[in-house]
């Protein structure tokens, strides 16, 4: 019986000490499908499930030239910040009491890769 809860106890260990792995392997694609794509669509085209009952469209975040205008910093803000804070939607909430600023900061660059751009084109 000693062993059998000795083996147990090792396996809660290995349990917890694996969990923060699991959290610490969350892509952006990840949070992006998680939290994003209801408004922004799952090919961030902005043709979510959500925009039939918005007033405003979401942004297509695949269109180089629109995200091409906005700076690194202004994507981030607006994810942590939420619209509101660049002068945007009031519809898009701020992420910044779920996203850590290293997880906002892989989401800017994954949507630098969804519009294949960076600042100015």
Same mark, same amino acid.
């Given at each position: 019986?000693?062993?059998?809860?000795?083996?147990?106890?090792?396996?809660?260990?290995?349990?917890?000490?694996?969990?923060?792995?699991?959290?610490?392997?969350?892509?952006?694609?990840?949070?992006?499908?998680?939290?994003?794509?209801?408004?922004?669509?799952?090919?961030?085209? /902005?043709?979510?499930?959500? &925009?039939?009952?918005?007033?405003?469209?979401?942004?297509?975040?695949?269109?180089?030239?629109?995200?091409?205008?906005?700076? $690194?910093?202004? &994507?981030?803000?607006? &994810?942590?910040? /939420?619209?509101?804070? &660049?002068?945007?939607?009031?519809?898009?909430?701020?992420?910044?009491?779920?996203?850590?600023? $290293?997880?906002?900061?892989?989401?800017?660059?994954?949507?630098?890769?969804?519009?294949?751009?960076?600042?100015?084109?």
């Amino acid at each position: 019986m000693q062993n059998n809860s000795m083996g147990v106890f090792l396996l809660f260990i290995v349990v917890l000490l694996l969990s923060p792995l699991a959290e610490a392997s969350e892509t952006a694609k990840d949070n992006y499908r998680t939290y994003c794509m209801q408004c922004h669509g799952m090919q961030g085209t /902005g043709m979510g499930l959500n &925009i039939r009952d918005m007033s405003v469209q979401p942004r297509d975040h695949t269109d180089a030239k629109a995200m091409g205008g906005r700076t $690194d910093d202004e &994507i981030f803000k607006v &994810i942590k910040e /939420g619209g509101f804070a &660049i002068s945007k939607s009031v519809l898009m909430p701020p992420w910044g009491d779920v996203f850590t600023d $290293d997880e906002i900061n892989d989401l800017v660059k994954y949507l630098r890769d969804l519009c294949k751009c960076k600042f100015g084109g």
